[in-house]
């Protein structure tokens, strides 16, 4: 697989808009804590998982693991103004309701193979409080068909981000902590990429549990 692709116009835009907006807002408006940078690959394909608690998750991870991230976003996100063109900067993709497994999971192989990083919170929604319960089984899946290693990533703290009735986000502490890689699963059978699921949903709780 290609590891040098990726277009010269999106990484552009993504570093502009990464180090304009999301760096100084992560580090300085949410007080922002990272660790575990080092357990990134630089290039190559890599699937990453994440808890999820807040519209503003997709550009922190992507921050955070210092490459672009392809996202699944559900298509109402991009029904949202400056919010939208924001997530299409990181390189996120519409998927609609209802459509099938299948069509999310070609457009997520063909950003892995053009080199990217693709996103995928692991229980598919937010959570009230960021810890995941219900883990599905998509991201083993891909990582089994693109034979990607996954990394698991702790959002801590965006819960508190959004606030009904504002459009502000507030100013509130948060923690991002990146586990130690996966290996992709040798296989489709669903048993093994449970197996998986499972172990990437207690890595991140785990490090969820640590706090700030």
Same mark, same amino acid.
């Given at each position: 697989?290609?590891?040098?692709?990726?277009?010269?116009?999106?990484?552009?835009?993504?570093?502009?808009?990464?180090?304009?907006?999301?760096?100084?807002?992560?580090?300085?408006?949410?007080?922002?804590?990272?660790?575990?940078?080092?357990?990134?690959?630089?290039?190559?394909?890599?699937?990453?998982?994440?808890?999820?608690?807040?519209?503003?998750?997709?550009?922190?991870?992507?921050?955070?693991?210092?490459?672009?991230?392809?996202?699944?976003?559900?298509?109402?996100?991009?029904?949202?103004?400056?919010?939208?063109?924001?997530?299409?900067?990181?390189?996120?993709?519409?998927?609609?309701?209802?459509?099938?497994?299948?069509?999310?999971?070609?457009?997520?192989?063909?950003?892995?193979?053009?080199?990217?990083?693709?996103?995928?919170?692991?229980?598919?929604?937010? =959570?009230?409080?960021?810890?995941?319960?219900?883990?599905?089984?998509?991201?083993?899946?891909?990582?089994?068909?693109?034979?990607?290693?996954?990394?698991?990533?702790?959002?801590?703290? =965006?819960?508190?981000?959004?606030?009904?009735?504002?459009? =502000?986000?507030?100013?509130?502490?948060?923690?991002?902590?990146?586990?130690?890689?996966?290996?992709?699963?040798?296989?489709?059978?669903?048993?093994?990429?449970?197996?998986? =699921?499972?172990?990437?949903?207690?890595?991140?709780?785990?490090?969820?549990?640590?706090?700030?």
């Amino acid at each position: 697989m290609s590891q040098s692709r990726e277009p010269f116009a999106s990484l552009l835009l993504y570093h502009a808009f990464k180090w304009s907006v999301v760096s100084p807002m992560l580090h300085s408006y949410f007080q922002g804590r990272i660790y575990g940078a080092e357990n990134v690959p630089k290039t190559g394909p890599l699937v990453v998982v994440s808890n999820h608690a807040s519209n503003y998750d997709p550009p922190i991870v992507s921050n955070c693991v210092r490459r672009p991230v392809a996202y699944m976003a559900k298509e109402e996100l991009f029904k949202i103004p400056i919010f939208s063109k924001a997530i299409q900067l990181y390189g996120a993709y519409p998927v609609s309701r209802g459509s099938s497994d299948r069509t999310a999971i070609r457009a997520a192989l063909k950003y892995l193979d053009d080199g990217w990083a693709v996103g995928i919170f692991l229980q598919g929604t937010r =959570t009230p409080d960021g810890r995941i319960t219900d883990p599905k089984r998509g991201a083993a899946l891909l990582a089994a068909k693109a034979k990607a290693p996954i990394l698991p990533v702790c959002l801590w703290g =965006t819960q508190a981000i959004e606030q009904k009735g504002s459009i =502000t986000p507030r100013s509130v502490p948060v923690t991002v902590r990146i586990g130690d890689l996966i290996d992709a699963p040798s296989s489709t059978d669903k048993y093994e990429l449970e197996a998986i =699921t499972q172990k990437c949903a207690a890595v991140i709780n785990a490090l969820h549990d640590l706090g700030r």
